[in-house]
């Protein structure tokens, strides 16, 4: 079969590929814990769930307008601008099925053949993906100590080719949070170089050390910035599909026009749903608790351990250690750990960070536990700790 350049140029997800290495397994009767995954293992809050029941029994199961409901798209505008302070109105947000969709639009509607887009790293991998599939060029920038954004070095890959900028902050999968002064570089440099900026805000919530800037809430950066977030990480909706995007209102309508021609909109219950869960009666706080618990115990039970050198992360649900003192790339120590009953995933697929593997603590503090138990087995049956 002849594929299009487009699909030839593409990658397999890394982060998908372990899944279903994991999944096979499973189906053999293989007991593996899960630390591989990127999805809150909490169930979706009550209050939400009975909003996406009333929706359905009152029968909202038709299309809807495109860019959403007119009310929740008139509340995420209001969540913008009494939390993130954006100035945005109903018209700048597209309600989208998923973050991961408003994303593809924004950069659909923005990058062009041989366009380039900078991308500080470690990274979510579907950046680098959607970017090819526009036909545009991702240039990684590796980031510095702790995972800080190497501004400068974001500075040295402009060219007069760069388009968009693309921010994520907490960040998948290192956890690191951006400091006030990381967004200002970032900021200032687009401003100087009239690039975008797409900013991936889907960890927001999940902060336990500093606390979440919105690049978009800059002075002059209104025009300059997409912003993206979503249901799946705050509310334990992954399975929900439901995110938006707020940009400037003309990036707005060409997001729409996307949307039109492929999803037509997200579905009607779910943005019946996604309304409720901007109740600030939604209780998100309780779920934050219990990561920062699992992020203590995880944290401390790898330092014990020995060999994983890593910043303890502030926010999102990663731990991104270097794993160089086992004396193995973070593919093979994945490989092993795997053997052992545990998924990872290596840190390659973010942007080249074979050092590295990302370890999720998105799962029960009993199956951390277990899980933890079973890493200490596999390093120590091969003489590492
Ligand atoms: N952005 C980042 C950084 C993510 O890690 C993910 C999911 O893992 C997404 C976006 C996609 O989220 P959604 O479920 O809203 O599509």
């Not at 299009?4 to 293989?30: F, H, P, W, Y």
């Not at 993206?228 to 599909?241: I, L, Q």
């Not at 996604?274 to 039970?301: D, G, H, K, W």
Request: proline share 6%.
């Amino acid at each position: 079969m002849a594929f299009s350049r487009r699909i030839t140029n593409l990658k397999e997800s890394g982060t998908l590929k372990v899944l279903d290495r994991v999944k096979e397994l499973q189906a053999r009767g293989v007991d593996i814990i899960q630390l591989d995954v990127g999805e809150p293992d909490m169930k979706t809050p009550q209050n939400i769930i009975e909003a996406a029941e009333r929706a359905l029994e009152a029968g909202f199961t038709h299309y809807t307008p495109t860019a959403g409901i007119p009310e929740l798209r008139a509340a995420i505008a209001l969540k913008l601008r009494s939390e993130n302070r954006i100035e945005a109105l109903p018209v700048n947000v597209i309600v989208t099925p998923g973050s991961k969709q408003a994303l593809f639009y924004s950069i659909m509607a923005l990058v062009d053949e041989g366009d380039e887009v900078l991308v500080p790293t470690p990274a979510w991998p579907s950046y680098m993906e959607m970017v090819t599939v526009s036909g545009g060029r991702a240039i990684t920038v590796p980031s510095k100590d702790g995972f800080a954004i190497d501004i400068e070095g974001l500075k040295e890959a402009v060219s007069p080719r760069t388009r968009m900028i693309i921010l994520n902050s907490p960040n998948n999968p290192s956890g690191h949070v951006s400091s006030p002064d990381e967004i200002r570089g970032v900021a200032d440099l687009a401003a100087d170089r009239g690039i975008m900026v797409l900013a991936d805000e889907i960890y927001e919530r999940l902060i336990y050390e500093g606390s979440h800037l919105s690049i978009g809430s800059l002075d002059g950066m209104a025009d300059r910035v997409i912003t993206v977030n979503g249901f799946s990480k705050a509310y334990a909706m992954t399975g929900w599909r439901l995110g938006y995007a707020a940009a400037p209102r003309e990036v707005a309508s060409a997001i729409n026009k996307l949307q039109q021609h492929s999803a037509s909109s997200p579905t009607s219950f779910v943005q019946k749903a996604a309304l409720e869960a901007l109740n600030p009666e939604t209780p998100v706080q309780p779920m934050v608790e219990e990561f920062r618990r699992r992020r203590e115990y995880i944290c401390s039970a790898l330092q014990e351990m020995g060999p994983f050198r890593f910043a303890k992360p502030a926010g999102a649900f990663y731990i991104f250690p270097d794993v160089t003192q086992t004396g193995m790339s973070g593919g093979e120590l994945s490989a092993l750990l795997l053997d052992g009953g545990v998924s990872t995933t290596p840190g390659e697929s973010f942007g080249g960070f074979s050092d590295n593997i990302r370890i999720s603590y998105a799962n029960s503090m009993e199956k951390l536990m277990e899980a933890t138990k079973r890493i200490r087995r596999a390093l120590g049956e091969k003489k590492l700790i």
